[in-house]
């Protein structure tokens, strides 16, 4: 599903409907409201708890309706809810917008404030439900804090300046506290400050669950730490109903100011750098916790941007996790009115048409299941004794790439020493001869990824080749090619493409390709607004967004399917509307056409195959 971004989760009615019916269309299931807390409160008010009931009823009602059709929900109970002095928190000096974040650990009266607010919201009866959130299993899980991990957040710039003090003296208590040899102590120092900020964080997340459960009495799930991929997380992790974590592949930076001009981007493709991402958040999952990715991106203007679905959805499928969500579907309403066409901008995908395509790929992928998960999965064994040997700032720790590059293969994850789930191994990549605990396979898949930069799954149905930019996909009822070059799966083969583009050939009735009396090609190129502007052709330096239209590149390239029979080949508008036939040479048991995103006038990106 997709994250609803601030002003998005306050719809009229009508604008509602439209909603549902958008989303149902992209065979979404789930929802993650989230930025909600502004929208919702009385401004005039002079703290930061008093909400509006008017914009109270829009969101029950968004709520109720997304229910009543089927959908599971999630939220952060804080994002970016601005503190204010009525709120009467000693240690808010307004110099953060998120101070909640890096205050909630360590200021009760900011604890006390958080509880407030989540009384209020969870609390609340829904008039179209007749049930408050905490009571209602549509609210299938819950975040205490977006993207609140302490080792990041203790001294981030956009929290509390206050509390920077308060965490270094407390951090001085916590040293007195140990009984180690004064040597050891200014040693280990940089590893027992990460030890003492998670050791506090899970004492604070204890204390929020302790509340959610014994007096709000709330029945969804808890997870938190949405945020980071350092081994030393694992503890905290261990704590939660569930693991969250979000991921952006070129998600922009900012050498000014944040959200002006210039906007920076690496503008390099994921498969070129062993997918990157999703890989580097493979190990933050615990074993035997559902793990969910609550946001994720390929972001405009990236350029190799068509490989999301193969990358994000084969692989998320493969590491068999429990969620998706696509951030975002629309910031604030302005975008959603069907009147309104703006220019495409990093995230937002309501008027992005090529990545609502990307979201029917991964749909087939990930939700039907058409990869299938790994067998084999493989745990990095945390030990305390690793936190207290790291040298550097609070950020430190990251997992190996030899260890995350195992994702390319199998399951990957973490679980503390103690701990133990069938059909998993543990190992410690930080001890020399590590990779002797591998399983034969695993480690053969490793050392062929080293050679040859090209690697391929334990189930045989994902192979990436890093140096060739190509991932291909092949399952009985999908086969998903990204390359700028020709590639060939089982049944599919592509030539000739005339830039970087991902194809998917998928069955429609849920019988293999082979079998099937109707078929769907997915050909995605890239899209971009009319007059980006960038420094160089790097494209790594944007300095203007551009304007409308939006321009589909001219992207073609000749298909031919292995079939027991011939099909006739029908393209797709944008709308999903039908086109006329276009031809198609049946020969030696093969199918073959042309795809080409000028197909048809207004574009093309969309192929029906019936007999």
Not at 65 to 76: I, N, Q, S, T, V
Not at 189 to 210: P, Y
Not at 325 to 331: G, I, K, M, P, V
Request: with cysteine.
């Amino acid at each position: 599903g997709p994250n609803l971004v601030g002003g998005a989760n306050y719809l009229s009615r009508d604008m509602v409907a439209e909603l549902v019916e958008q989303l149902d269309s992209l065979g979404y299931n789930t929802i993650r409201f989230h930025h909600f807390e502004e929208g919702l409160l009385n401004h005039n008010a002079k703290d930061s708890l008093t909400i509006d009931p008017a914009q109270l009823d829009k969101l029950q009602y968004l709520f109720a309706e997304l229910k009543k059709h089927g959908y599971y929900l999630c939220f952060d109970l804080y994002a970016s809810r601005r503190l204010k002095p009525g709120d009467n928190i000693p240690e808010f000096d307004n110099s953060g917008e998120y101070s909640m974040k890096n205050l909630v650990c360590v200021s009760p009266a900011a604890m006390a404030n958080w509880k407030e607010f989540a009384r209020r919201v969870l609390t609340a009866k829904n008039p179209y439900t007749g049930l408050s959130m905490a009571e209602d299993p549509a609210l299938y899980a819950l975040n205490l804090v977006n993207e609140n991990t302490l080792v990041s957040e203790w001294n981030s710039p956009r929290t509390s300046l206050a509390a920077r003090k308060i965490y270094l003296d407390k951090f001085e208590e916590y040293l007195r506290t140990l009984d180690l040899p004064a040597k050891q102590k200014e040693e280990q120092r940089d590893g027992l400050f990460i030890e003492f900020l998670d050791q506090l964080q899970i004492k604070c997340i204890k204390e929020q669950m302790r509340f959610l459960r014994e007096e709000i009495g709330l029945k969804a799930l808890i997870t938190d730490l949405n945020h980071q991929s350092q081994f030393t997380l694992t503890p905290v992790r261990s704590t939660l109903d569930l693991v969250d974590n979000h991921q952006y592949w070129d998600h922009p930076s900012f050498p000014g100011q944040r959200w002006k001009y210039p906007f920076v981007f690496r503008n390099q493709s994921s498969i070129s750098l062993d997918a990157q991402c999703p890989r580097t958040i493979m190990p933050t999952r615990i074993f035997g916790k559902p793990f969910t990715v609550t946001e994720f991106n390929f972001c405009v203007p990236n350029t190799w941007r068509v490989e999301c679905p193969s990358v994000f959805g084969g692989y998320a499928a493969l590491q068999d996790w429990d969620g998706l969500y696509r951030f975002a579907w629309s910031h604030g309403d302005s975008r959603m009115k069907m009147s309104v066409k703006l220019p495409l901008d990093q995230f937002n995908i309501v008027d992005n048409i090529q990545a609502q395509m990307a979201e029917r790929i991964i749909w087939l992928l990930f939700v039907r299941g058409d990869v299938k998960a790994a067998e084999p999965g493989i745990a990095f064994e945390f030990k305390p004794e690793q936190i207290r040997a790291i040298k550097g700032n609070s950020r430190s720790g990251m997992y190996p790439n030899e260890f995350s590059r195992l994702g390319l293969f199998g399951r990957i994850g973490s679980l503390m020493a103690d701990r133990s789930v069938d059909g998993v191994v543990k190992v410690d990549p930080l001890t020399p001869d590590w990779t002797k605990l591998l399983p034969s396979a695993a480690e053969r898949a490793m050392a062929q990824l080293e050679k040859t930069g090209k690697v391929t799954s334990a189930t045989g149905e994902l192979t990436l080749d890093r140096d060739n930019r190509t991932l291909r996909i092949v399952t009985p009822k999908s086969e998903v090619l990204t390359s700028a070059q020709t590639l060939a799966g089982d049944r599919l083969a592509f030539e000739k493409p005339s830039s970087f583009q991902t194809v998917a050939l998928s069955s429609l009735d849920n019988r293999p390709i082979g079998e099937s009396g109707k078929l769907l090609v997915i050909h995605l190129v890239d899209l971009s607004n009319d007059g980006l502007r960038f420094d160089n052709a790097d494209r790594r330096v944007l300095r203007d967004w551009g304007t409308l239209p939006h321009m589909l590149e001219r992207g073609h390239a000749d298909l031919s399917i292995a079939l027991p029979r011939p099909m006739r080949v029908f393209p797709l508008a944008l709308d999903g509307s039908q086109g006329k036939e276009i031809p198609a040479e049946y020969r030696d048991g093969k199918l073959r056409f042309r795809i080409s995103s000028d197909t048809l006038p207004g574009g093309c990106l969309s192929y029906l195959l019936i007999p």
